[in-house]
């Protein structure tokens, strides 16, 4: 494991979660997929491209309104159901992720203005550079490629609204008031989750975390995957301390748990005969 005080890149370090909140991985190939197309324009400069690039990004659209009405229940029903596995209550998780956010905001305390959401797509993103706005060249250029398409892409996405309109009347139908109280419980909890990651928390130090055990899970659950942050905090395996972990191989808060762990797990010392 890397030491030293540059552990932690946001940009990269916070792309998975930023990714699970989004719930579009598709995006990022949907990115590759313009930017080879771009290549291609560049060499043909024809209008074929141009149209494709325009189709994807109606299709962005569209799952911009798809997000709006599910994608909003989809993260934290999964975020708590992943808490329930870890024998997490909800109030429990939803605390650690708090927790969590605070603490990455005493690392770089410009995560809240970083964590942008595209107005085209509606995607969060780390913004690179203070000027950036949307979250890929895609977004930036969508004014201008659709320019040509605007009807095209209105009937289009009135036509989605409405289905999902008669989708929403069909589920309170079959479900009447506990639909809505559905909804508004996940709007609220996708508030929460929301209001972490972009708005300024009060800082906290591992010193003032109440919950360890819990903001231990979270941290490992926000840098799933990721080898450089994700085993950076942890619990003292003697007293359960919140600890940074500065190698791969400490396991203890320092030297006195450590021996007093070495003590434990080696059991009473034999007597030789
Ligand atoms: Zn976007
Ligand atoms: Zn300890």
Redesign the pocket.
Known sequence: MRTGRNWFNPSSDLLPILNRINCVDQNRVVVRAFQRSLKEESLQRGRKVRRSAADQLRR?LLMRLEYQRFQRFKFPLSFIRWAETQGLSANRAGDAWFMVWALLQSLRSDIPSRIRK?P??G?LFWSRRNSDR???AL?SLAAKLLADQKEQTARLLEERVLRSKARDQELRLRFGASHDEFTEHYKRLFKLVHSCVRRPLERLTIDNVDDAQATVAVWRYVFKGVQTASPRLFTCANCGKLVWRRDARMRTCGRACQLQRWRRDKGPPTRLP
Request: proline share 0%.
């Open positions: 962005r595209c085209w797509c995607k949307h979250c890929s977004c």
